[in-house]
């Protein structure tokens, strides 16, 4: 039986083909009915099959008992965690219990949608994701400039003569914060038809090696460079905004605020000569069709908000924004904001609401930097967190100082993990219980195709059936959540649903709520919530008013997908500033470009540490996936032959690079691919932590990228960690 499937592993989002017999996966291969993906597949989407049938993979409940977990029915399981979470709420107060939500939520819409549902049961302040590992920064900037979170402008690059790209391997991804599956493909057309790629990074990626020109740039400079362009837009006399002049706020306010960051200035820190650095503002500026692309490099660094700002600043001073071939807005079917309410206009984004208990450090999109879960768990006084709920998280592997987070852990009142698998950070749970098989889930993507480079509505419906008795996600969430308000242990979830939805729909419908109501009565659960934001959104139904509109049946009785069109320019109506205009120079922005120019003459440490994204690996759980996992040793330090010579140390030799607070353990892979002066471990590795149950992952563990960095370092504005360009110091093995 052939299944049509939506791969839940990347922002790539493919379709997937899968054959099954006796309920049994029998073949996976790219759909080439997929009207995005259109039959693209990388190893991940195989591994699908592997995830599913893991032996490791979580099936039943587990509870602690001492040292050792057992087995324990969804009742038994429940009952504890009302016994317990209620109690530390009621006797230190909301604030008591964190909320961690890590990157796989993203791709589960049992998750990610009742996720709210449960943070607001829970009524705590100290809520963390992955967002701040990682891509905070662009948040941030872009809600800014544009007024909300998500309206992040991607590359056109199916239509783009330049395409330029800084901090980031698309050829490794397949985007990210820009869905773009077979970026390899597309960047072959775009050469094809005479285009070029420009990559600026400190290795020459993947990307960079089928890339008409390739700068190193030191790590942590991103900000120079960019405000170097800027001044020399300016000074050549190469801003060109075209049609987006009457929707810009604050050129000259970034006129001035570049004004001490002449290419020749910042050349010595960026390591990029002053000429290429105005050859690369004049080719941006004279291209008809150009973006830059700025990703994880430019994000994961003191000045990340900076940098992710100033990469739109270049894309609007050349006319690049909101234009075919630049950098654009996508148009989501379902839970954008910026397609909601009032368009060109709304209340922007608020930040600081309220700060860490610790260090003060401002809320942002309600949540707090992932590196100050460990103090806030750590420091005794009012509001210590006592008790912790994860969800699909991992910090003791994704965040800096994982070994503080692991002790903190062990200090904890309570612990409840929603998870697959035993790891690195559930093995500290009072209770896991776990969550579903991505092919056991109906499907369909919340958040990427609001970063999608063409506009589409897809859903997948479940390939194969639960095990008998197996909770769905939201049906989890849903429990805790009831737990967390008191409504106690033997609450249901599907009642409950029903209920909150009737409440939401009562509140914005009012005299239709019941049309509206029956109108989605076919879905529960996620899909639902799905259908309800499809018919109310930019391609929807209206709920009838629009028959020819777009409704969850319609999408799903279209195997591949809706094509819903390539981007089209939405200045003004995608705005959502109080100003109705681009906002160029938010104050705070400026204020990091000011701290930045103190940091301008830093000397550059000897050796800096970066991570490194493969396809086959770009988070932990991925490495017990025996697809994923065969082949050469992918954890190694590459180091650039000088370094090597430098350190007296040789291919193959075992080193520990040594941070602020930890040090790792690798095999060294000299490369002249990375700048000197640079080394380089990828993320997510480090499984040799007893308690664990992830066979094949602990059989080649790696070593953390994570342990020698500092929890210390962020990028002040959104709280993002630091993770590129560290110093470290490198030794021998032993």
Same mark, same amino acid.
């Given at each position: 039986?052939?299944?049509?499937?939506?791969?839940?592993?990347?922002?790539?989002?493919?379709?997937?083909?899968?054959?099954?017999?006796?309920?049994?996966?029998?073949?996976?291969?790219?759909?080439?009915?997929?009207?995005?993906?259109?039959?693209?597949?990388?190893?991940?989407?195989?591994?699908?099959?592997? =995830?599913?049938?893991d032996p490791d993979r979580l099936r039943t409940p587990l509870i602690r008992r001492g040292d050792a977990f057992v087995a324990a029915t969804w009742d038994e399981a429940f009952a504890e965690i009302a016994a317990r979470l209620p109690a530390v709420q009621a006797a230190h107060g909301r604030d008591a219990v964190a909320l961690s939500i890590g990157n796989p939520s993203a791709h589960k819409m049992g998750l990610l949608l009742y996720v709210p549902r449960l943070a607001k049961?829970?009524?705590?302040?100290?809520?963390?994701?992955?967002?701040?590992?990682?891509?905070?920064?662009?948040?941030?900037?872009?809600?800014?400039?544009?007024?909300?979170?998500?309206?992040?402008?991607?590359?056109?690059?199916?239509?783009?003569?330049?395409?330029?790209?800084?901090?980031?391997?698309?050829?490794?991804?397949?985007?990210?914060?820009?869905?773009?599956?077979?970026? &390899?493909?597309?960047?072959?057309?775009?050469?094809?038809? /005479?285009?070029?790629?420009?990559?600026?990074?400190?290795?020459?990626?993947?990307?960079?090696?089928?890339?008409?020109?390739?700068?190193?740039?030191?790590?942590?400079?991103?900000?120079?460079?960019?405000?170097?362009?800027?001044?020399?837009?300016?000074?050549?006399?190469? @801003?060109?905004?075209?049609?987006?002049?009457?929707?810009?706020?604050?050129?000259?306010?970034?006129?001035?605020?570049?004004?001490?960051?002449?290419?020749?200035?910042?050349?010595?820190?960026?390591?990029?000569?002053?000429?290429?650095? &105005?050859? =690369?503002?004049?080719?941006?500026?004279?291209?008809?069709?150009?973006?830059?692309? %700025?990703?994880?490099?430019?994000?994961?660094?003191?000045?990340?908000?900076?940098?992710?700002?100033?990469?739109?600043?270049?894309?609007?001073?050349? /006319? #690049?924004?909101?234009?075919?071939?630049?950098?654009?807005?996508?148009?989501?079917?379902?839970?954008?904001?910026?397609?909601?309410?009032?368009?060109?206009?709304?209340?922007?984004?608020?930040?600081?609401?309220?700060?860490?208990?610790?260090?003060?450090?401002?809320?942002?999109? %309600?949540?707090?930097?992932?590196?100050?879960?460990?103090?806030?768990?750590?420091?005794?006084?009012?509001?210590?967190?006592?008790?912790?709920?994860?969800?699909?998280?991992?910090?003791?592997?994704?965040?800096?100082?994982?070994?503080?987070?692991?002790?903190?852990?062990?200090?904890?009142?309570?612990?409840?993990?929603?998870?697959?698998?035993?790891?690195?950070?559930?093995?500290?749970?009072?209770?896991?219980?776990?969550?579903?098989?991505?092919?056991?889930?109906? #499907?369909?993507?919340?958040?990427?195709?609001?970063?999608?480079?063409?506009? #589409?509505?897809?859903?997948?419906?479940?390939?194969?059936?639960?095990?008998? %008795?197996?909770?769905?996600?939201?049906?989890?969430?849903?429990?805790?959540?009831?737990?967390?308000?008191?409504?106690?242990?033997?609450?249901?979830?599907?009642?409950?649903?029903?209920?909150?939805?009737?409440?939401?729909?009562?509140?914005?419908?009012?005299?239709?709520?019941?049309?509206?109501?029956?109108?989605?009565?076919?879905?529960?659960?996620?899909?639902?919530? @799905?259908?309800?934001?499809?018919?109310?959104?930019?391609?929807?139904?209206?709920?009838?008013? &629009?028959?020819?509109?777009?409704?969850?049946?319609?999408?799903?009785?279209?195997? %591949?997908?809706?094509?819903? /069109?390539?981007?089209?320019?939405?200045?003004?109506?995608? =705005?959502?500033?109080?100003?109705?205009?681009?906002?160029?120079?938010?104050?705070?922005?400026?204020?990091?470009?000011?701290?930045? &120019?103190?940091?301008?003459?830093?000397?550059?440490?000897?050796? @800096? @540490?970066?991570?490194?994204?493969?396809?086959?690996?770009?988070?932990?759980?991925?490495?017990?996936?025996?697809?994923?996992?065969?082949?050469?040793?992918?954890?190694?330090?590459?180091?650039?032959?000088?370094?090597?010579?430098?350190?007296?140390?040789?291919?193959?030799?075992?080193?520990?690079?040594?941070?602020?607070?930890?040090?790792?353990?690798?095999?060294?892979?000299?490369?002249?691919?990375?700048?000197?002066?640079?080394?380089?471990?990828?993320?997510?590795?480090?499984?040799?932590?007893?308690?664990?149950?992830?066979?094949?992952?602990?059989?080649?563990?790696?070593?953390?990228?994570?342990?020698p960095l500092d929890d210390r370092l962020r990028d002040a504005p959104s709280g993002n960690a630091v993770l590129s360009g560290v110093s470290v110091t490198l030794e021998p093995a032993g």
């Amino acid at each position: 039986m052939l299944h049509y499937r939506i791969c839940p592993v990347c922002e790539a989002c493919c379709g997937l083909e899968i054959r099954t017999e006796d309920q049994r996966i029998v073949g996976i291969r790219g759909a080439d009915q997929d009207v995005f993906s259109r039959g693209y597949i990388c190893p991940k989407g195989v591994a699908v099959k592997d =995830l599913h049938e893991d032996p490791d993979r979580l099936r039943t409940p587990l509870i602690r008992r001492g040292d050792a977990f057992v087995a324990a029915t969804w009742d038994e399981a429940f009952a504890e965690i009302a016994a317990r979470l209620p109690a530390v709420q009621a006797a230190h107060g909301r604030d008591a219990v964190a909320l961690s939500i890590g990157n796989p939520s993203a791709h589960k819409m049992g998750l990610l949608l009742y996720v709210p549902r449960l943070a607001k049961a829970l009524g705590s302040r100290n809520v963390f994701s992955a967002s701040t590992l990682d891509q905070m920064p662009k948040q941030l900037s872009s809600g800014l400039m544009f007024g909300h979170w998500l309206s992040i402008p991607v590359p056109d690059i199916d239509r783009t003569d330049l395409l330029v790209v800084l901090g980031a391997n698309p050829m490794a991804s397949n985007g990210s914060l820009w869905t773009v599956p077979d970026f &390899r493909g597309r960047a072959k057309a775009l050469r094809a038809r /005479g285009g070029q790629l420009v990559v600026i990074d400190p290795r020459r990626t993947e990307t960079a090696a089928m890339a008409d020109a390739h700068h190193f740039i030191r790590p942590g400079s991103d900000v120079f460079l960019l405000a170097a362009l800027v001044h020399a837009l300016f000074g050549d006399d190469l @801003v060109r905004p075209e049609r987006l002049s009457p929707w810009l706020a604050g050129v000259d306010a970034v006129r001035e605020a570049v004004a001490p960051f002449a290419p020749e200035a910042v050349a010595a820190r960026c390591g990029i000569p002053a000429a290429t650095i &105005r050859g =690369l503002a004049r080719q941006l500026a004279e291209a008809e069709r150009a973006c830059l692309y %700025g990703r994880i490099g430019t994000c994961t660094q003191a000045f990340g908000s900076a940098a992710s700002w100033l990469v739109d600043v270049v894309n609007a001073l050349t /006319g #690049h924004l909101d234009t075919e071939g630049g950098a654009m807005f996508p148009k989501a079917a379902a839970f954008a904001r910026n397609t909601e309410g009032r368009p060109g206009q709304g209340g922007g984004i608020v930040t600081g609401r309220h700060a860490s208990r610790v260090s003060g450090a401002p809320e942002v999109f %309600g949540e707090l930097p992932m590196t100050l879960l460990a103090e806030e768990m750590e420091t005794p006084g009012s509001g210590q967190v006592r008790a912790l709920v994860t969800l699909a998280s991992n910090p003791v592997l994704s965040s800096p100082n994982g070994a503080r987070i692991a002790r903190a852990l062990e200090g904890l009142d309570f612990m409840v993990s929603v998870d697959l698998y035993l790891n690195e950070t559930t093995r500290h749970a009072h209770v896991i219980l776990p969550g579903s098989s991505p092919l056991e889930d109906g #499907h369909w993507d919340v958040p990427f195709p609001q970063l999608s480079t063409r506009n #589409h509505a897809r859903y997948s419906a479940p390939v194969l059936p639960s095990a008998p %008795g197996h909770l769905p996600e939201w049906q989890i969430l849903m429990k805790l959540a009831a737990i967390a308000r008191g409504d106690g242990p033997d609450a249901d979830p599907v009642a409950l649903d029903d209920a909150q939805v009737r409440r939401e729909v009562e509140k914005l419908a009012g005299d239709r709520s019941d049309a509206v109501l029956a109108a989605v009565s076919g879905w529960i659960g996620p899909e639902r919530l @799905v259908d309800l934001a499809l018919r109310a959104g930019p391609y929807g139904d209206g709920f009838g008013a &629009r028959p020819e509109g777009l409704t969850l049946r319609k999408v799903a009785d279209a195997p %591949g997908g809706i094509d819903l /069109g390539p981007l089209q320019a939405r200045l003004p109506e995608v =705005l959502r500033t109080p100003s109705g205009r681009v906002e160029l120079a938010p104050p705070s922005m400026l204020a990091e470009l000011q701290k930045a &120019r103190a940091d301008l003459h830093a000397p550059p440490p000897p050796l @800096v @540490v970066i991570g490194r994204r493969e396809v086959r690996s770009n988070n932990s759980w991925m490495h017990n996936l025996p697809l994923l996992a065969k082949g050469p040793e992918r954890c190694t330090l590459k180091l650039h032959p000088q370094d090597a010579a430098r350190h007296g140390v040789v291919d193959g030799q075992r080193v520990r690079i040594v941070g602020p607070q930890g040090a790792a353990e690798a095999p060294v892979e000299l490369d002249d691919a990375l700048m000197p002066g640079v080394c380089s471990l990828p993320h997510g590795w480090g499984h040799d932590q007893p308690g664990t149950r992830m066979a094949v992952a602990a059989e080649r563990p790696g070593a953390n990228l994570n342990a020698p960095l500092d929890d210390r370092l962020r990028d002040a504005p959104s709280g993002n960690a630091v993770l590129s360009g560290v110093s470290v110091t490198l030794e021998p093995a032993g």
